[in-house]
C-alpha cells in the first residue's frame, strides 16, 4: 500500500484528497497544525512546516503514527492574498514549501504534487489575459504577494529536479476550490459578470480538485510539470464566448468555446493526466 503525506489536510481541498486517496487504497498521513479530528486518514501528525526538523521528522516517521512516506501532497498554506499581511503571507508559505521540497528531498521522497495556484496566471485580470482561454503556456505574472510565492515556488521545483533527477514534481494551479454547498449563491452571479472577472469565472470542485492530486501522483514522468485545474464550466448561466466578448472586448478568443465552456483551459490536464472533471454546480442548484 502507498503511503502518501498530505500537507493542509484539513484545509478546504484538503479534506477531499485525504477522502479520495483513502477511497482509492491509498494509506494517508495527514499533517496540519490543527488535524482533522473527523479525518479518515490511517495518521494524523501535528506539525508546524515553517520548522525544518518537524516537517523531516514528519515525513520520516513518527513513533508509532508512521515509519515514512512515499510521496507527499503539499496544500498547506497562507490560502489566499489579504488573509494576513504581505510578509506574513511571504515568510509562512515560501518557507514551508521549501521545507516540505528539502525535506522529501533528504528522505529520498521522489513523487511531489503541490498546490500551485490560477493566480499565476495574472490573477485578478485587471490587466486583461493574453488570450482566452487563458493556459499553462505563457509565462508565469503575479500579481499579489500570494502569488509571486506560487510563482516561486514554480522556479524552485525546477531546480529540485535538476539537482535529483529522478524525482517527478507536478504543481497543479488549482482555480477557487468549492464545496457543494457552495453552489446556493452560484444563481447569483448571472447579475453582474464583473463579480467573477478576477479568474474568468473559474471554479474548482474540491472533489475534482482530490482527482487531480490523484492523477498527479500516479502519473509516470520525471522532471517538473504544471496543470490548471479547474473545472469544465463556468460559474455563469450566460455563453461563456458572450461573457468574453463583453468582458474582455480587446483579448484574442483563440478558439470556439462551448456555450459554458472554462476559459480556464484544463486541455494540457485532459490530455497528459487523464483528468475530467464529474462534478458541476449545475448539477446541485
Known amino acids: 500500500m502507498t503511503t502518501v503525506a498530505v500537507t493542509g489536510s484539513s484545509g478546504k481541498l484538503g479534506r477531499h484528497v485525504v477522502r479520495d486517496l483513502q477511497d482509492h487504497g491509498y494509506r494517508v498521513v495527514a499533517l496540519d497544525r490543527v488535524p482533522d479530528p473527523g479525518s479518515p486518514a490511517a495518521a494524523a501528525v501535528r506539525v508546524d512546516l515553517t520548522d525544518h526538523g518537524q516537517v523531516l521528522e514528519a515525513l520520516t516517521g513518527v513513533d508509532s503514527r508512521h515509519d515514512g512516506v512515499d510521496a507527499v501532497v503539499h496544500l498547506a498554506a497562507i490560502p489566499a492574498p489579504g488573509l494576513a499581511t504581505n510578509a506574513t503571507t511571504f515568510a509562512n508559505n515560501i518557507t514551508a514549501t521549501y521545507n516540505v521540497f528539502a525535506a522529501?528531498?533528504?528522505?529520498?521522497?521522489?513523487?511531489?504534487?503541490?498546490a500551485s495556484s490560477e493566480t499565476v496566471l495574472g490573477l485578478p485580470f485587471d490587466t486583461p489575459p493574453p488570450y482566452i482561454p487563458v493556459d499553462e503556456e505563457y509565462p508565469v505574472r503575479p500579481e499579489s504577494t500570494y502569488s509571486l510565492v506560487k510563482s516561486l515556488e514554480e522556479e524552485m521545483a525546477r531546480h529540485f529536479t535538476r539537482w535529483v533527477p529522478d524525482l517527478k514534481m507536478i504543481g497543479l494551479r488549482f482555480s477557487n476550490v468549492m464545496d457543494p454547498g457552495d453552489y446556493a449563491r452560484f444563481p447569483g452571479f448571472d447579475a453582474d459578470p464583473a463579480l467573477r472577472r478576477w479568474n474568468l469565472w473559474g471554479y474548482i470542485d474540491g472533489r475534482d480538485g482530490a482527482q487531480a492530486v490523484r492523477l498527479a501522483l500516479e502519473h509516470q514522468a520525471t522532471g517538473v510539470d504544471v496543470f490548471v485545474i479547474a473545472n469544465a464550466d463556468t460559474v455563469m448561466s450566460r455563453r461563456s464566448a458572450?461573457?468574453?466578448?463583453?468582458?474582455?472586448?480587446?483579448?484574442?478568443?483563440t478558439r470556439e468555446l462551448g456555450d459554458h465552456e472554462t476559459m480556464l483551459s484544463i486541455d494540457k490536464a485532459r490530455r497528459v493526466l487523464g483528468f475530467e472533471p464529474k462534478h458541476s454546480w449545475r448539477d446541485g442548484v
Open 242 to 253: 458572450d461573457l468574453a466578448a463583453e468582458v474582455y472586448p480587446g483579448v484574442s478568443v
Open 104 to 114: 522529501a528531498r533528504t528522505a529520498g521522497i521522489r513523487n511531489i504534487v503541490w
